[in-house]
C-alpha cells in the first residue's frame, strides 16, 4: 500500500522547545518537499529536496531545518528560532512521471 | 515574482455547476494544477493542464489558456461532500515547483 505518511497528527510543544516532524514515502519519488499552512494563506515552501543527500531552501525556511539521508525520508525540524510555529505543515513528494505532487496527511504543530 | 489569484469563498447549491477561476503570473511556466483540501485534511490532486484547453474527469473538468494565464476548475451535478477549498498551483521551472494560491473556499447548500 503506497503512500506518504506523517506522524504524528497532532503535535504540542513548549515553546523553546526544537521539534522534528516525520514524514516517509514509498512511492519511490526522489523529489520531497516541505509546505506551511496557514488559516487564509496558501501553502508557503519551506525546504525542498530533489535526491538523496541534497535539499534546498524555500520561501520560508528562517527557523527550520531538514535533512534527506534515505530517499523514503525527509523530516523536518521546526527549531526555536522560528517566530510563529504554530501551524498546519504538510510533505509532499512528486511523481517524476507525472510531475504531480501528493501529499501526506499533515501535522498540526501548536507551540504553547 | 509570481503571483496567483482565485476567489477567497464561492457558494453554490447541490445539483448546480460552479466555475471556479485562477489567474496566474509567473515566468517559466510548465502547467497548472488544481488540488481539493477538505478542512483539517491533505490536499488531493484533481488535474493537471499543460497545453491549452478543456481536460474532464467525471463531475470536474479543468481548462487552461496559456495566452492568458488563465484557467478554471468546473464542478457539475454538485454535491455536498464537494463543500472545500479547491487549490491553484502554477508550475514552473525546471524544478516544477509549484506556487499556491491562497485557496477558493466553496460552500455546497441544499
Known amino acids: 500500500d503506497g503512500g506518504i505518511t506523517q506522524s504524528p497528527k497532532y503535535l504540542f510543544r513548549k515553546e523553546g522547545q526544537n521539534v522534528t516532524l516525520s514524514c516517509e514515502q514509498n512511492l519511490n519519488h526522489d523529489a520531497m518537499y516541505w509546505y506551511r499552512q496557514d488559516p487564509g494563506q496558501g501553502l508557503r515552501l519551506i525546504y525542498y529536496s530533489q535526491i538523496v543527500n541534497d535539499f534546498q531552501k524555500g520561501d520560508i525556511a528562517e527557523g527550520y531545518s531538514v535533512s534527506r539521508e534515505k530517499k523514503e525520508s525527509f523530516p523536518l525540524t521546526v527549531t526555536s528560532a522560528q517566530k510563529n510555529p504554530t501551524a498546519f505543515y504538510l510533505c509532499?513528494?512528486?511523481?517524476?512521471?507525472?510531475?504531480?505532487?501528493?501529499f501526506g496527511p499533515g501535522t498540526r504543530l501548536t507551540v504553547l | 515574482g509570481q503571483n496567483i489569484d482565485q476567489p477567497t469563498e464561492m457558494t453554490a447549491t447541490e445539483g448546480a455547476i460552479v466555475q471556479i477561476n485562477c489567474t496566474y503570473q509567473t515566468s517559466g511556466f510548465n502547467g497548472l494544477f488544481w488540488y481539493q483540501q477538505h478542512a483539517g485534511e491533505a490536499p488531493t490532486f484533481l488535474s493537471y493542464n499543460v497545453l491549452d484547453g478543456l481536460e474532464e474527469k467525471g463531475r470536474f473538468s479543468s481548462f487552461l489558456s496559456r495566452s492568458k494565464g488563465y484557467s478554471y476548475l468546473l464542478l457539475k451535478e454538485l454535491q455536498m461532500k464537494d463543500s472545500a477549498s479547491y487549490l491553484c498551483a502554477a508550475a514552473s521551472g525546471g524544478s516544477y515547483i509549484p506556487t499556491f494560491g491562497r485557496g477558493t473556499s466553496l460552500i455546497v447548500h441544499p
Open positions: 509532499a513528494s512528486r511523481d517524476s512521471s507525472t510531475d504531480t505532487q501528493y
